[in-house]
């Protein structure tokens, strides 16, 4: 698979809003940061072929579930298992590691009991 045919759509690239955007309470919408992660693995070579091969999905499918919380939280929980890669997508949004794991936790939601 290349990575063309991985990608959302590179034709409409252009840089995304602030991640720093809030909802008021102070903090970065996590459904928007984790669009943001989605659309850096999408745009990445190794990302993006690595996060369909352990999901199971395909570009299609990414791009029906990309508005799913469950999918958002997927995203940064993959991010969040590479270290090195997490540190690299933070860098590239401009936030820290620990607000992506915080948004991943939020889309996630409750734990079970």
């Not at 690239?13 to 720093?20: F, I, K, L, N, T």
């Not at 955007?21 to 970065?28: E, K, L, Q």
């Not at 270290?83 to 948004?103: G, I, N, R």
């Amino acid at each position: 698979m290349t990575s063309d045919s991985f990608c959302l759509d590179r034709s409409r690239r252009m840089r995304p809003p602030s991640p720093e955007r809030t909802r008021g309470s102070g903090t970065p919408d996590a459904q928007l940061l984790g669009l943001q992660a989605l659309a850096h693995i999408a745009a990445d070579e190794e990302l993006g072929p690595r996060f369909l091969a352990l999901t199971g999905l395909d570009a299609d499918g990414l791009r029906a579930g990309a508005s799913d919380p469950g999918l958002l939280a997927a995203v940064l929980e993959f991010l969040a298992a590479h270290e090195a890669d997490l540190v690299a997508v933070a860098e590239a949004l401009e936030v820290s590691p620990a607000t992506l794991a915080a948004a991943a936790r939020q889309l996630a939601g409750p734990e079970w009991e």
